[in-house]
């Protein structure tokens, strides 16, 4: 078990649904097991890669000068698809 983004996170195979896990999500005493495909697993992951990139950007803005931030500030602004453009695609219906 890893905790990524606050949340803690287990995956087993059920015996009784072949090719099928459950992964069971736990945030702040609250917990939701839904059957999940390899390919939403995946695709879970990307996102902790995404907020470990996060990170390290943030780790870093303390040694850059004003201008530099300003750069990468507008470079993240302009870059795409963004953030909020895929959690538009994920609640479009």
Do not use: F, Q
Not at 73 to 84: L, V
């Amino acid at each position: 078990m890893r905790l990524r983004c606050g949340y803690a996170r287990v995956h087993r195979a059920e015996p009784w649904v072949a090719g099928e896990t459950t992964t069971t999500y736990t945030r702040k005493n609250e917990e939701t097991s839904v059957p999940l495909s390899g390919e939403a697993i995946r695709t879970m992951n990307y996102v902790d890669d995404i907020s470990v990139t996060l990170r390290r950007i943030l780790s870093v803005l303390p040694v850059l000068t004003p201008e530099e931030r300003e750069r990468i500030a507008e470079h993240i602004r302009h870059a795409e698809p963004s953030y909020e453009t895929v959690i538009a695609a994920l609640t479009a219906k």
